[in-house]
C-alpha cells in the first residue's frame, strides 16, 4: 500500500506552492494578452470613427493586435524556460 502524502507535509505544501505559481503565471498570460487585442481593437473603433470608415481599421488593429500579443506570449515563455534552465 502506498502512503499519502500529509496535507500538511513540507513537500505536500512545497508541491502546491508550485502548482498555484504556475497557474497564475499562465492566467495572468491569458489576461495580458487579452488587454493587447482588446487594446488594440478599441484603438481601430477609435479610428474608424475619427476617418468616418466602415471598419478596415478595427479588423487591421485587432489582427495587429493578435500578432503583438502573440509576440508577447512567446518572447515570455522563451524567457522563462531559460531562466529554468540556468
Avoid: H, W
Wanted: with cysteine; aromatic share 10%; glycine share 6%.
Amino acid at each position: 500500500m502506498e502512503k499519502k502524502e500529509k496535507k500538511t507535509s513540507p513537500q505536500f505544501l512545497e508541491k502546491n506552492k508550485k502548482q498555484a505559481n504556475a497557474y497564475l503565471k499562465y492566467s495572468a498570460i491569458g489576461f495580458q494578452m487579452a488587454i493587447v487585442i482588446g487594446g488594440a481593437t478599441f484603438l481601430g473603433m477609435k479610428l474608424d470613427e475619427y476617418f468616418e470608415i466602415k471598419t478596415v481599421f478595427t479588423v487591421i488593429c485587432s489582427l495587429l493586435g493578435v500578432g503583438l500579443a502573440l509576440y508577447v506570449l512567446i518572447r515570455q515563455v522563451l524567457t522563462e524556460n531559460n531562466q529554468e534552465k540556468e
